[in-house]
């Protein structure tokens, strides 16, 4: 699992934390990533404790821990609304939420989850932390439109990349199949309307710019954690 940046314990103290708000009842979206593993786990002792919950994987990768650790899971297709999302980021800001997602190429899965959530809970460490967003935006693509997408992206002003396997010959293949184009826009003055842009384009199942969803973040540091609370 990707564990690039902060320290174990940084994403510790931002998981627990943003768990601590899980109530008996709830549907809870089960993020992706290191991060978002934390909160999975705490969750997982919360429900030994007696407290019923459901989750809602969004990844392959989040189901299996969260039957590791004794999480009632509800399928992603049969879900309506869901209470609380915990999930990770690649880059946040915390005065407006915003934040690149898709390290891990399930932004897809985790964007329908965090849109259909009540409230989203983006949980980072502090290298996740920035002013202006100016990561590479993820964004998986249909296999057929990998060639037509990357020459779109490069009329934007984008720089793409076919992300490669590290342990498998050729590209990434995303829990849905497709593949994961990595394209940098340097800063990126304008996520909302630059996520418009991605959108528009015929092939692109879903980019990794999150705008307008997230209603905290949780910074945690070596000692503690930050909530920032945003007005969505
Ligand atoms: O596709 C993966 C997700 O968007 C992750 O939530 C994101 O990459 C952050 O992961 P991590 O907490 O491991 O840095």
């Known amino acids: 699992m990707k564990t690039e940046g902060g320290t174990t314990e940084q994403k510790r103290r931002a998981g627990e934390a943003a768990a601590a708000h899980v109530e008996d009842g709830m549907v809870v979206g089960l993020g992706t990533g290191s991060t ?10 919360t429900v030994d404790g007696g407290c019923e919950i459901h989750g809602v994987a969004t990844s392959f990768a989040s189901k299996m821990l969260a039957r590791e650790v004794g999480i009632p899971l509800r399928s992603l297709d049969t879900v ?14 915390t005065e407006t939420g915003a934040c690149i997602k898709g390290g891990g190429a399930a932004h897809a899965r985790e964007k329908i989850v965090a849109s259909i959530s009540s409230e989203l809970f983006i949980v980072a460490d502090p290298s996740k932390v920035t002013e202006t967003l100016d ?9 057929a439109a990998r060639t037509s997408v990357t020459a779109a992206l490069t009329k934007h002003g984008g720089t793409a990349t076919l992300r490669e396997a590290t342990k498998k010959d050729g590209p ?13 826009f340097g800063a990126i003055g ?10 528009s384009i015929p092939g692109v199942v879903e980019h990794g710019l999150f705008t307008g969803l997230a209603t905290a973040v949780y910074v ?3 000692k503690d954690v930050t909530c920032y609370e945003i007005d969505r």
């Open 135 to 143: 990561r590479s935006v993820p964004i998986e693509v249909l296999p």
């Open 220 to 222: 945690g540091t070596a």
């Open 172 to 184: 990434v293949v995303t829990d849905n199949g497709n593949f994961v184009l990595d394209c940098s």
């Open 190 to 199: 304008g996520p909302r309307s630059l996520g418009e842009t991605l959108s």
């Open 80 to 93: 309506e609304e869901l209470d609380l999302t915990i999930d990770g980021a690649d880059q946040v800001v």
């Open 36 to 45: 978002a593993a934390h909160a999975i786990r705490a969750l997982g002792s």
